[in-house]
């Protein structure tokens, strides 16, 4: 054991990062630009602006300019909670008996659990900034409903949460912490908008998924004045605000002296890992330095793994923009799997640039294994990790081990997304031996592959 390297890395208050980090500046291939589904011209502010908050539309549209700075505003919330630790996993090192050196990022010391208050502030303010009166969005498992109501409340906006229904009845404690701080939540699809009543009509019975809670948050935003509608991941601006994470890892990295080898994140959106890893990626691009960087994602969701790389529609209701990015289709519906942060059927357009540039790699993973290493986690590092944020600890695991084989003492990192309190049942399920894992079979994907826009450009 290097005494050298302390268990907790902590940043002072005054090393928070002061800008958030566009990598797109230092992309040669800039990932595709959204664009307007009846024209199939690039989207205009102008356009977006009906939608999101000017400030917003502004980081959205922009890639180029490297450096943002970070409100005063915002950069006081995130002392209530950050600079996360960098953490030295000794005692998981110990228990996979490695050579290998493993570090990990907590962002779950916030209520809401997970990294994504870090973009939910970010978002409010620019909303309150402009004088809205609230905001409207979708949640899946609730992580980024919990955050954004934790946001608005602080800074005093209205935030209507339209929650995949099958959460909604699953996960009765996520809704009443957004309710405590203030939101109203909707199960969806609802008889509340057009898109919601379109689609209970052609599926009775469906439990919701996160790309027609999408539509109907869009569509509450667009049609009730003092209104915009945020997202919790897959956008560049919510991948910009997620940096905080990377930045401040790689401060804490360098006041050690240590250079990461490998760095894994898991996959749903992808802001969490472009994050985490945009910083290094920015390294790559200018030449400076060269890092191993893996996406994780389930494999009941392989957006990267066996996804298209082709424009397609970010929600169900198709009244968004259209993305390039890696996808399976806006009309895969993925099996229940417990990572209900993971269940997106694309992946931020900057991180499908990266990927088909290279410069990342992805793997997938079964859920049963991922419950595994959840546990193993657990007791030998007493954080009890969330369902996503596991992907990441399985294949940290899985590459420590292999440096058990090879005797190499490689310096693995990861990103610890959030905490799993309110995923006991997925818990119980594994600890009772009940947990499948299924994998959509190429029949199934290509379900969604038929129903991808045709784009010819
Ligand atoms: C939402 C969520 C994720 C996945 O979202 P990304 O945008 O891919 O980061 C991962 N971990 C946790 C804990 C989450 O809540």
């Known amino acids: 054991m290097n005494e050298k390297i302390p268990y907790k890395t902590y940043l002072e208050e005054s090393e928070l990062p002061k800008q958030w980090y566009n990598v797109r500046a230092d992309m040669k291939n800039k990932p595709a630009p959204l664009l307007n589904p009846a024209t199939l011209k690039p989207m205009t502010a102008e356009e977006l602006s009906a939608v999101f908050c000017d400030e917003l539309v502004k980081q959205e549209l922009?890639?180029?300019?490297?450096?943002?700075?970070?409100?005063?505003?915002?950069?006081?919330?995130?002392?209530?909670?950050?600079?996360?630790?960098?953490?030295?996993?000794?005692?998981?090192?110990?228990?996979?008996?490695?050579?290998?050196?493993?570090?990990?990022?907590?962002?779950?010391?916030?209520?809401?659990?997970?990294?994504?208050?870090?973009?939910?502030?970010?978002?409010?303010?620019?909303?309150?900034?402009?004088?809205?009166?609230?905001?409207?969005?979708e949640t899946g498992a609730g992580q980024w409903g919990t955050a954004l109501s934790m946001a608005c409340a602080y800074l005093g906006l209205d935030c209507r949460v339209y929650m995949v229904k099958c959460s909604y009845e699953q996960k009765p404690f996520r809704r009443e912490v957004m309710r405590t701080y203030g939101a109203s939540v909707t199960p969806s699809p609802s008889d509340t908008t057009n898109v919601g009543r379109k689609i209970l009509a052609e599926h009775p019975g469906t439990t919701g998924s996160l790309g027609c809670a999408i539509s109907e948050a869009v569509e509450a935003a667009v049609s009730t004045e003092g209104y915009r509608y945020v997202l919790g991941s897959v956008l560049s601006q919510v991948l910009l605000h997620q940096t905080v994470i990377g930045l401040e890892s790689k401060t804490a990295f360098d006041k050690i002296g240590v250079k990461p080898d490998v760095i894994i994140g898991c996959a749903g959106g992808g802001s969490n890992l472009g994050g985490l890893v945009s910083p290094f990626v920015g390294e790559m691009l200018r030449g400076e330095n060269n890092y191993r960087i893996i996406a994780v994602e389930p494999a009941s969701c392989p957006s990267l793994t066996r996804g298209k790389y082709a424009y397609d529609f970010c929600d169900t209701g198709m009244v968004c923009p259209l993305a390039k990015m890696y996808t399976l289709g806006s009309g895969f519906i993925p099996s229940p799997n417990h990572a209900g942060g993971l269940r997106y059927h694309g992946m931020s357009s900057i991180l499908s640039q990266l990927y088909d540039d290279k410069l990342i790699e992805a793997v997938s993973v079964e859920q049963t294994a991922v419950f595994a290493a959840a546990e193993k986690f657990a007791r030998v590092e007493g954080i009890l990790p969330a369902p996503e944020s596991s992907h990441a600890i399985k294949v940290a695991i899985d590459e420590a081990l292999k440096c058990k084989e090879t005797g190499e003492a490689k310096n693995i990192f990861f990103g610890l997304t959030g905490t799993g309190?309110?995923?006991?049942?997925?818990?119980?399920?594994?600890?009772?031996?009940?947990?499948?894992?299924?994998?959509?079979?190429?029949?199934?994907?290509?379900?969604?592959?038929?129903?991808?826009?045709?784009?010819?450009?």
């Open 421 to 457: 309190y309110f995923d006991m049942y997925a818990y119980q399920a594994f600890n009772d031996g009940k947990m499948s894992d299924y994998i959509p079979t190429d029949e199934d994907l290509a379900v969604g592959f038929a129903g991808l826009p045709k784009v010819d450009l």
């Open 62 to 137: 922009d890639d180029t300019t490297p450096y943002f700075d970070i409100p005063d505003e915002i950069r006081e919330f995130y002392k209530m909670y950050r600079p996360s630790p960098l953490v030295r996993a000794y005692c998981l090192e110990k228990a996979l008996d490695t050579p290998a050196h493993i570090y990990y990022k907590f962002e779950g010391n916030n209520t809401s659990g997970s990294h994504k208050l870090n973009s939910a502030i970010a978002q409010a303010y620019y909303a309150k900034k402009q004088g809205l009166k609230g905001v409207t969005t």
